[in-house]
Every structure is written in C-alpha cells, then in structure tokens.
C-alpha cells in the first residue's frame, strides 16, 4: 500500500485544530495575561526607546556645539593674539607655542605653506581652510574623516589663517558610555515594567478568573451561585452584571420546575379520570364481562371526550406559556384598539347571548400583535365564562393621561372573592367558584406575561355591576 500525506486540515475561525505533530494549536496564541504583559513591556521599551534616543541626541548636540564653541573661541583667541619669531625666523601668534591639547597652525593662502610649532603635529589642513587663509570663507568647521579631528580655521589677515584641530575621541567616548548606560538603565526598566505588568495583569484579571471559574461551574454543576463581588471598579461592575445574569438563569429555571410541577399536578386528575373511564369500557368489552348499559357508556365517553378537551387546553395554554417565554425578535407598531376589535370578534362567536358594551379609544404601542391579542381574549373569555346568559360584558379601552391606558373588562358574574384577588393571576390558580367550570388555570397567567412583557401591569378588583373587573394597563402614546 501507498502512504499518502495527511490532507491539511482547516476549520472555522476560532476553533481549535489538531496538529499533525501531536500538539493542539489555536488562533489564540497568547492568553489575555500574556497581552497585558506583552503591552506593558512593549509600551516602556517604545518610550524608554525614544527617551534613550531623545537624550542621547541631546547631549551629542551639546558636547560637539561645545567643542565647536570652543575650538572656535581659542582660534579666534590665536589670531588675535601678538606674534612671536620662531626657529625658523619666522613670526607665528605666541598662543601657538601653549596649546599643548591642540594641533595647530598657520596657513599661507597664497603659497599653501603649513607654520606649526616643532616638535608638533601638523594639523589637517583640506580646501575649506584655504579658502578661509584666501579670503573666501570668513570661517570654516569641519571633522576630518581621515584622523577623526575636529578642524576650525579662521582668517589671520594678509591671506593667511589659523588652523586649530583637536581630537574627538573623548567626546566619542563620552557618548559611547552614555549609550551603553541608557541601554543597560532602559533594558533594567523593560524588565521591571515586565514584571510589573505580569503583576498587575494578576491583579487586575483575578476577577474575571473568578468569572471563568464561575462560568465552568455552572456548565458542569448547573450551580448558580452568585460570584462575591469586591470594589467598585470596571471588573466589579462586570462581577455584578454576571451574578443579575445568573439571578435571572435561576429565576427562570425555578419558573420552569415551578410550572412543570404545576403542569403535571394539573395533568393527573383528568389523565386519572381518563384513565378509570378507559379501563371501564375495556373491562367491559373483554369477553364473558358484563355489558355496560348505553346510558353509562354514553356518559362515559362524555367525560372522555371532555377530559381531552382540557387536556387539548392545558397543553395549548402550556405552549403559549413557552412561546412567550422566549426572547422576542422583533417588535411591531400594535395598535391596541384594533387588537381588542379582533379579540372581540372572535369572543362574540362562542359567548351566546351574552352581549359586550364596548367602549375603545385610539391608543397605540410597540409590541406583538398576537400576544396582546391572546391577552385580551382570555379576558373576554374569562369574562363570558362567569356571567349568566343574556348579560352584558363591559369592554373599554381609554387613556390614563400618563402615558399608559388600561383595557377594563368588566362581567356579570359573582365576581371575586377579596382572599382571591391577590391569587387570580397566578399560574394554575382557581377559585372555588372556577373549580366546577372548564378551564386550565393559566388563562390569565397568560394575560400578566404578555402585560408584562410590554412593560405593562394587570390587576383585578370588583366592577360596580357585581362582577370581576379585570385590567391591563400598558404603556404607549394617543395616536396623533
């Protein structure tokens, strides 16, 4: 068989690879300590850099402006100084024969003759100086590349000129120890503010160490345990945010065991009741059993048929419970008089002779269409269920004036008892008076979700016809 090479292996952006070495890589190379340092350390080598280099600028400007200065004043000092004759019978400026430190000398234009002190060394001596001895240049500074000297000429008169030349190897030295300082005291400093970064990026993301902890914990164990927050800085505010986040996780998962313990305390009476029927009309049907007369199978199948009835409307009630639980998308312009006209027609189709003296004023929100629309039918259902036939069912929709209306829907039946007016809301709850009739107990748990979803509120009281007087108050504005 063939070896064939390992195709490379690519994935999306962000995940981890397999190498083919046996090593696990990953577009994130260094870990957020590691940047903080890596920045830290960074940012002082770029300003130690440039301080280093700004100094160093600094003080070779100002040792060779003071070399210039003074190679120039002692010149200037030479020429003006009296002559003196020589060995040679020659008149040279006496300052020549006590300047030991320098090379100088005496520069003829007009035959290029060089006069220096013997024994001494000849200075260097190029085009510009004589073009100063000639008259052409009043002075001239130059470093000669040959000797490294620093040469200065100025003009003597009668087309000669002094020519002073010093050596620049203690300045050089000078500068050359003053880089190897700043690079040893900026290399020092790097190290430091490595270190120190190391300690502060420690500090400063112990936090989100804890977040992460946290964060794992409660992938692994579900523990939804706020994090202990301390100060009040960036991180603190973070720490604070993530346990309101966790608060509202557990608030959630205790509403959903809540509801799922509701949902099968709910679910057992009629799922028992359907149970005794169906095991009657089997017993009965298995052979040499008595038969059942038609009257009570006939019952029977009664109460089956309604069992599934609730049943079909607990699980119905249960899915908009969930539905409206999830996040919502997208919010729409509701305008609330036409939701409330909708409700109202498809209540009129199933409430008999019960009629509704309806009231509506103009008032719109930002919302969803079918979740409000869902709360004020399970009003006018829950207001058609209680009121005896040929009554009237009151239904208004008006402004508060404060920014908020209230839809009120007011029956005709016993209304509420004052140790269940707190209660009604809630979900799975039902009066002794409800007890007898249909229903799943979460109708109007269903209206406080979806008033409370749009920021509104629900509240019941007694109408001043008997009845119950249910009302959800939400925000919104007139329409203009």
Known sequence: MTDHPASE????????????????????????RGRVTLLAAACVAGAVALVSLCAYLVVRNNLLSQLDDNLLARAQAAANSPQVPTDQLREVPGALLASADLQ????????????????????????????????????????????????????????????LAQSMAPTMRALNQLSVVLFLVGGAGIVVAAG?????????????????SAAERVAATGDLRPIPVSGDDELARLTHSFNIMLGTVADSQGRQRQLVADAGHELRTPLTSMRTNLELLLSASRPGAPSLPDEDRADIEADIRGQLDELTQLIGDLVELARQDEPREQ????????VVERALDRARRRAGEIEFEVSLQPWVLTGDNSSLERAVLNLLDNAVKFSPQGSRVRVTLRPLGDGTAVVEVADSGPGIAEEDLPKVFDRFYRSSEARTLPGSGLGLAIVQHAAERHGGTVYANRAPEGGALLTIRLPGAPVA
């Open 9 to 32: 292996q690519t994935a999306p952006a962000g995940e981890e690879v397999p190498d083919p070495r046996g090593t696990r890589w990953s577009t994130r190379r260094f870990s957020l």
């Open 104 to 163: 100088i000398g005496q520069l003829n234009g007009l035959t290029g003759d060089l006069i220096y002190p013997q024994p001494g060394t000849r200075p260097p001596v190029g085009p510009a100086e004589m073009r100063v001895a000639t008259g052409v240049l009043s002075q001239s500074l130059r470093t000669d590349a040959t000797t490294g000297m620093r040469v200065v000429a100025v003009p003597l008169g009668h087309g000669q000129a002094i020519v």
């Open 196 to 212: 120190a970064g190391t300690a502060v990026a420690r500090a400063g993301l112990r936090p989100v160490d804890r977040l992460t």
């Open 331 to 338: 919010a729409e312009r509701v305008d609330l008089m036409d």
